[in-house]
């Protein structure tokens, strides 16, 4: 089921398009990674979903009652409010019934990894601690959709995974969009990937989509050293590739396969260190797609 379509999304400064008639939908229970580098429009497409931002055209119909917690790059608190006072205040905000306010916004910081900084004020936190109660404040009154503006960039790589892995648990009951930089973590956790650059949509859709459309598979063979790989190389008329000990070989119909490499492997009797089959990393993707190499 879709929950939110957008159609044509349009927003303008002047004579410059911060983005560019955007158009996709967001089905219930997934996560869309919305990838591009700075100054592509992933947060201006954001901020109009999360109705920060008005469209200069274009449509977003979303489903009916639906509810959305937003997490902007870079969240800004009271620093004179505890983390728990600031979530509170940021569940009655969302509707959540003053007395249960209190409860959720305990629950919700011990979620995000902040149940011992409670009483903290908020102007003490480190950027990792601002994160987390950012993404506490967003998904505080549980929404169905969810907004998330670089929401790892912050944090070290231990709290990368802790927040990857809180994101993944909730991904069972709300549907995420989020953009990000660290392809890694992107590969990892989405159904749908946007691609964008200039403020237009230059690819979309789900991994192995994107993957099957930009894969260049290839075998890649590491032998003992750089003249072994030449030997191999110049017997073949495969369209090797070698770089130092490795050689990669394109996989086309016309071949090779598998076998005919190991054939040919143990024909010579080399020194093989490793064999493997190989598509497109989705940082390779992203080079060819948005940078163009």
Known sequence: MNI?????????????????ELSFVLEEGTATALIGPNGAGKTTTLSMLADLLSP????????????IGFLPQYPQFFPWLTALEF???AAK?????????????????????????????????????????????AIVHQPKLLLLDEPISALDPTGRREIMDLLKSLQQDTTILYSTH???????????LLFMKDGRLIEQGSLNEVRNRHANPRIRIRLQNHAQALEFAEGQAWGSEVKENTIFLPVQESGPTMLQVLQVLASKKQDVLGVEFQTASLEEIFLKVVAGK
């Open 93 to 137: 905000l969302s509707g959540v019934e003053t007395k249960k306010a209190r409860l959720q916004a305990t629950r919700t910081l011990e979620f995000v990894g902040l149940g011992t900084a409670l009483t903290k004020k908020t102007g003490t936190f480190s950027g990792g601690m601002k994160q987390r109660l950012g993404l506490a404040q």
């Open 87 to 89: 979530t509170e205040m």
């Open 56 to 67: 200069t055209s274009g449509k977003v119909t979303m489903a009916k009652g639906l509810t």
């Open 182 to 192: 660290i392809l890694n973590d992107a590969e990892e956790m989405t159904d749908q």
């Open 4 to 20: 939110v379509e957008v159609e044509r999304l349009t927003k303008r400064y002047g004579q410059e398009n911060a983005a560019e």
